[in-house]
């Protein structure tokens, strides 16, 4: 199993920036797909940004360019790094992680979730 916490969220004028942190703990292999997922009030929970085992990255097309994912393999953390945010960034930013299939290949379920950190932009 893999427990997750989620740091680093705050509030921000637009075009500001923010650094989300996730310290993983657990069993933790070479095999984990992580990914960043946000829910906003009223919305579906959607995928940001994915990290896949071969650290291979993945964003969704509305964060393309202004976040980046990565990851710090001595400090067991995944980090979250927003640029240029933008109101609708609002929402609840969650840390996901599952095992990866044979092959590396991360399906579209996560398991493992952090509590969340909420991250706030005002115009």
């Known amino acids: 199993q893999v427990q997750l916490l989620e740091s680093g969220g705050g509030s921000v004028q637009a075009g500001g920036s923010l650094r989300l942190s996730c310290v993983a703990s657990?069993?933790?292999?070479?095999?984990?797909?992580l990914a960043w997922f946000r829910q906003a009030p009223g919305k579906e929970r959607e995928a940001v940004a994915h990290m896949y085992p071969d650290d291979n990255t993945n964003y969704a097309d509305s964060v393309k360019g202004r976040f980046t994912i990565s990851k710090d393999n001595d400090k067991n953390t995944l980090y979250l790094e927003m640029t240029s945010l933008k109101p609708e960034d609002t929402a609840m930013y969650y840390c996901?992680?599952?095992?990866?299939?044979?092959?590396?290949?991360?399906?579209?379920?996560?398991?493992?979730w952090g509590q969340g950190t909420q991250v706030t932009v005002s115009s």
């Open positions: 996901a992680a599952r095992y990866s299939s044979i092959g590396y290949y991360c399906g579209p379920d996560y398991y493992y």
């Open positions: 657990g069993y933790l292999t070479d095999h984990l797909c």
